[in-house]
C-alpha cells in the first residue's frame, strides 16, 4: 500500500502549476505519508488528514490518492495544448486552460479530450 504511494512531482506539472502550487501538492502527498505511517486517518475524509492539510497549507489537489479511495492513478483524460509551440501537458482532471500558461513559451494553452 505504501509502496505505491511515492510522491512523483513530473516537469510538466512543475512547468504548468509553476512552483508554489508544485509545493503545496508536496505537502498533501506528506499529510498522506505522515498520517499514514503513523496509522492515522490519512485519506481525504479524515478529519486528522484535513486538519494537517490545513495547518501545512498544502494543496486541495491530490495527485496520487484520488478521493482517498482507489490507489490506482487515474487515466490521462484531457490534455493542454499550447497554441503558439504545441507542447502538450496531460491532465488527469479538467481545469480551466485560461489559468494557465505554457511552461515553455508562456503561451495560450487550449484544452483537449484525450
Ligand atoms: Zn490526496
Ligand atoms: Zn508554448
Redesign the pocket.
Known amino acids: 500500500m505504501l509502496k505505491s504511494h511515492r510522491i512523483e512531482i513530473n516537469p510538466h506539472q512543475l512547468e504548468a502549476y509553476g512552483r508554489d502550487e508544485v509545493e503545496k501538492i508536496i505537502k498533501h502527498e506528506l499529510c498522506h505519508y505522515h498520517l499514514h505511517i503513523r496509522g492515522r486517518g490519512y485519506q481525504h475524509r479524515d478529519p486528522e488528514f484535513k486538519a494537517l492539510l490545513q495547518k501545512v497549507g498544502g494543496s486541495r489537489y491530490c495527485q496520487s490518492l484520488p478521493d482517498g479511495k482507489g490507489r490506482k492513478p487515474l487515466p490521462y483524460r484531457y490534455k493542454l495544448v499550447?497554441k503558439?509551440?504545441?507542447?502538450e501537458y496531460l491532465r488527469k482532471r479538467k481545469i480551466d486552460p485560461k489559468r494557465y500558461r505554457?511552461g515553455?513559451?508562456?503561451?495560450k494553452l487550449g484544452l483537449q479530450n484525450i
Do not use: L
Not at 84 to 87: A, R
Not at 104 to 107: F, K, L, N, V
Open positions: 499550447c503558439s509551440c504545441g507542447t505554457c515553455r513559451c508562456a503561451g
